[in-house]
């Protein structure tokens, strides 16, 4: 395939080279649009090294679900639970009580904390983003997200829902199959199909070998269990809606098991919007990356470079993506 023309990138390098390796995910992204918002050169130069956003949402607050969002909570949830929350806890994931250091952490008692470790920060990381061709609604796809969380990956994900105008006829160019998920690593040439593949694959370059964990590799016991847990969304992530594509991508930060993260995923994807997927499972140091920007952390977290803006909160996030990207038919 055409080369992606992305720079070395350090997977949790500081934050100022994160918005370098975001302008060269962008370049990419934006240059198979069929209707960009201004042209690509254009639009990647305009992009500083350090660029300020602004909130365009309300402040974060944990565990709060918005008026009317609890039935959407509860449904999006049933995922979660069946798979016994498979892609929410790194790899190696370890938790313990150490002395308060003020970074990070999930709760703090009498002067300690509880923190949380894994192994991620000692694997390999690609030095540019894998591509993934993907759609919310399918199991598949569903068990090759928890893998790269699990993982600590990031990913530039071209969401291909049905109907989709731009990246499913995009990935049957490239692959030539009408499948999905559909990899791209641009670090080693691979184009994969088949999730169990493509698993196997991430766990030996990306997990320095690491052994696929159970849920992850119990064959029809697994696809049925995602099924299920997509069953209750109605269709959601599934269908195309009519919208226009940014000029660059967007950056979503999340990971697979919280329901919050699936709800705004699920918008992105009916959307077809284009994204670079920061993921942060529990034991990511990516997590203090993003306490240290925003002096807090939680997801689902948007930003927009399109627009300069940043959000928090699932129900905002939700209803920004649809005012700004959405066409009413």
Aim: overall charge positive.
């Amino acid at each position: 395939m055409q080369s992606l023309g992305l720079r070395s990138l350090a997977s949790h390098g500081p934050l100022q080279h994160r918005v370098a390796r975001r302008r060269s995910c962008m370049a990419k992204a934006s240059a198979g649009a069929s209707t960009p918002k201004k042209p690509v050169s254009e639009a990647t130069t305009a992009v500083p090294d350090k660029v300020e956003l602004r909130n365009a949402g309300p402040e974060p607050k944990r565990f709060a679900v918005a008026e009317g969002q609890m039935k959407e909570v509860a449904t999006a949830s049933l995922s979660a639970l069946l798979r016994l929350g498979c892609g929410g806890l790194s790899l190696g994931y370890k938790v313990r009580l150490t002395e308060d250091d003020g970074k990070y952490a999930i709760a703090r008692i009498g002067g300690r904390k509880v923190a949380e470790t894994s192994q991620v920060a000692g694997l390999k990381r690609p030095a540019q983003p894998l591509e993934l061709y993907e759609f919310e609604g399918c199991p598949f796809c569903k068990k090759v997200r928890e893998a790269i969380c699990i993982l600590d990956l990031d990913v530039l994900v071209y969401p291909c829902p049905k109907d989709g105008a731009t990246w499913r006829p995009k990935a049957v160019s490239l692959g030539g199959k009408r499948q999905f998920p559909f990899l791209v690593d641009p670090n080693t040439g691979k184009q994969m199909y088949e999730s169990d593949e493509i698993i196997k694959y991430l766990f030996q370059e990306y997990g320095n070998g690491a052994e696929v964990p159970l849920a992850l590799r119990l064959g029809a016991v697994t696809i049925v269990s995602c099924v299920l847990g997509s069953l209750v969304r109605d269709g959601r992530g599934n269908y195309y809606r009519k919208s226009r594509l940014p000029a660059q991508p967007l950056v979503f930060w999340g990971y697979e098991m919280s329901p919050f993260v699936k709800l705004a995923r699920e918008t992105l994807c009916e959307l077809e919007l284009p994204y670079l997927y920061i993921t942060a499972a529990r034991g990511s140091p990516k997590r203090q990356e993003l306490l240290d920007k925003r002096g807090v952390f939680q997801v689902p977290y948007l930003e927009d470079p399109n627009e300069g803006v940043f959000l928090f909160e699932s129900s905002a996030i939700i209803k920004y993506l649809y005012d700004t990207y959405g066409v009413k038919e």
